[in-house]
């Protein structure tokens, strides 16, 4: 199954916002508001930082938002900070209740 | 508070068999909407859902894998177990597994992982 499409990197200064897209069809990203974004350190495991495309868990920061126009989704990072620079993946249901993750994006704070 | 954390070879010869473990405590998989599921992540590589099990003992499978991927469950003992068939060196990773939270689609507590090489 083919993987949902995220640019390979973002960059942007501290302080700035940055904006990841995730691009998939109608039978994932368009088709649901299942939508989680990931990131993920060096040698770490992934964490949640946006699920059902916009909601925040609990203990996540709010410079973390999410959003969906069609196929495309799209993690948005406020107010950079260092300890943001890190890898992020989407994640999407897809029909017949699969998941699908994306080709991921690494974030450098310059 | 849930944990988790995965077990199996570290090495795995080709066209082996793989057969991971993910022991849980923190939650009950016979618990409405629970589910866990396994995740791989090749070497510089992004991450790749494998499969998922459900408190009914419902099962879903990757369709690019699904022929070589059994998922099984043990709620009395709190393990999940993955078995992946006719193993290659591409299938060298690291392994994850994850819960799945009953009122979100999304992984939200993830083990450790346990790297896979494949290789004779």
């Known amino acids: 199954q083919s993987a949902l499409t995220q640019p390979a990197s973002v960059s942007g200064s501290p302080g700035q916002s940055i904006t990841i897209s995730c691009t998939g069809t109608s039978s994932d990203v368009g088709g649901y508001n299942y939508v989680s974004w990931y990131q993920q350190h060096p040698d770490r495991a992934p964490k949640v930082v946006i699920y059902d495309v916009s909601k925040r868990p609990s203990g996540v920061s709010n410079r973390f938002s999410g959003s969906k126009s069609g196929n495309t989704a799209s993690l948005t990072i406020s107010g950079l900070q260092a300890e943001d620079e890190a890898d992020y993946y989407c994640?999407?249901?897809?029909?017949?209740?699969?998941?699908?993750f994306g080709t991921g994006t690494k974030v450098t704070v310059l | 508070q849930i944990t988790l954390k995965e077990s199996g070879p570290t090495l795995v010869k080709p066209t082996q068999t793989l057969t991971l473990t993910c022991t849980f405590s923190g939650f009950s998989l016979s618990a409405t909407g629970v589910g866990v599921g396994w995740i791989r992540q090749p070497p510089g590589k992004a991450l790749e859902w494998l499969a998922l099990?459900?408190?009914?003992?419902?099962?879903r499978y990757s369709p690019s894998l699904r022929n070589r991927l059994t998922i099984t469950k043990d709620s009395s003992k709190n393990q999940v177990v993955l078995t992946m068939t006719n193993m290659d060196p591409v299938d060298t990773a690291t392994y994850y597994c994850a819960h799945r939270d009953p009122a979100m689609v999304v992984f939200d507590y993830w083990g450790q992982g346990t790297l896979v090489t494949v290789s004779s």
């Open positions: 994640s999407a249901y897809r029909s017949s209740s699969t998941l699908v």
């Open positions: 099990i459900y408190w009914t003992n419902g099962e």
